[in-house]
């Protein structure tokens, strides 16, 4: 087994703006090659620590490590790694998207033929192959969005941050891009993602913290989360038969690891301390009691976050 | 900074605001020529200098070459510069550009360079047309020295425009609305061009009032407090080394002479180490102001926080 290697590493970063905190103490670590979900109300400061991670902006306190560089040290060594796609992204209007791209790449360094190459190969990515000689300032907001995704991957970055790339985007362009963000890990590029749509983020990322007040409220797999948050750390299984008769729930209920059993109609909801799935169905089925349907209950993001925002 | 340069080199050779300026600037040199043609022969030019008239000469209604150029230049440089970094923050582009493995100095520096390069050319390009076609008008070749001073007017009215360059790009930076950088570039042009020449005299009389029979040595230090404060504008900076190195007949224009002076002066043109001992506070002047424009945008721009909104 290798060391758990780490693209971000923050210890408490903190940013001021005029005597405000934006940022407070911050510290948390995203994984190599995963999707990590960056959420918060407006104003958490997401985007300043995004900032502060590439470099743009210097932290006030704290370390961060992007990619084992120390992005206000070595920023060149960072944003050689790293594509940044901003929330209001914006283009040079008189010049065409492959101009735009271009430009980045030579920014970049990369040799004028490997340029031409990529960008044909990102245009084709991003699906604007046949606008690829369009000037920006004939693009629509989404068009713009995403030529801002091809920019970001033109430089075949170690890590992105898309702040909101959704925005603007509509349904089918917003399942494509959450496709492209789901292969992004496959091909060695770490993602983090912010926004707002937690139902995107819930499909494409593996983990998340949620920011609030410039301070990482919760970290983690949102699997594990939702159990931690919502239900106490344990599991809820549904057991949909024809006949909850009482003998079903004593046999359920005498399996090793279940804590309760309530009848909803005929809905069992098991309460259970792992995932007993297949020696729920088996205990089922083996008695002799007809098993319509089962399934695990999932933590929808919103309620996680919907959650914590309203205890606090 | 490579990168950077070429593609503002780029942008500025195609952008709308360079053809309009450049095709003003031929204008202007077509309008300088034909004066020059219809008056050359009346100003009376000592030998030497027969082919710089065809920059200065002016005529009854329409203005010298160089007069129009000293009018062109503050506008040309303002319309490079008054948006250089404000239009790439208000465009979202700043943020991008900057997440880009170059350091922060390439950015405002290729800028900078790129709009000087253009104005050289610009500048160049002119002065070459309207030597080659007034060569053929005139039919007098340039001497070395006539060349020479050609070439160091060539550099004091790119540093001209340098200056109006690093000014434009200086509030670029400081000020977030295109508009307002722009409209502040003009003011502090409108300034230095028009209004000082209604407030230099204004401050003279106040600090050394003269009446019409005041002894001479009190209009003369009139005359040069006037041409002090005077002094403070580049424009007035630039027009006299113009003068003293295009015309050295007429440095008259530079210290104050009386006429029971003048009446004994002999016209007899400066030498060129002369002119240029006469100007060189001139354009040691100049650079230093575009030099210490450009300093404190760069300064400023290096400290800028990126912020989230």
Redesign the interface.
Known sequence: MGEVRYAIDTHDLTKRYDNTTVVDHLSFHVLENEVFGLLGPNGAGKTTTILMLLGLTEPASGTARVLGFNPTREPLKVKRLVGYLPEKVGFYDNLTARENLMFIADLNGIPYADARKRTTEVLDMVGLTSRANDTVNKFSRGMKQRLGIADVLIKQPKLVFLDEPTSGLDPEGINRLLDLIANLPGMGTTVVLSSHQLYQVQRVCHSIGILSKGKMVIQGDIDALGRDELAGGRYLIEVETSQPTPQLLDVIKALKGVLNVNAEGNTLVVTTESDLRPDLAKVVVQNNFPLLQMKIQEFSLDDIYMKYFKEN | MT??L??ELA?YF??IRFIVFFVLTLFGAAVGLITASQGIRQVNLPPDFTFLGLFTTSGTVLPSLTSLLALLVPLIGIALGFDAINSERT???L?????????RDSVINGKFLAATVTITVMIATTLGLVAGYGLRMIGVPPNAEEIIRLFIYLILTVFYGAFWLGLAMLFSVVLRRIASSLLVCLGIWLFFGIFILLIAPAIANAIAPVTQNSPEAELIRNANIKAMVMRISPNTLYSEATGALLLPIAVGSLGMISTTQASFMVANPLSFSQSLLLVWPHLVGLISLSVICFAISYILFMRQ????T
């Open positions: 990168a950077v070429r593609k942008d195609t952008s465009g979202g582009t943020s991008r550009l900057l997440s880009q493995p170059v350091f926080e990126i912020r989230a």
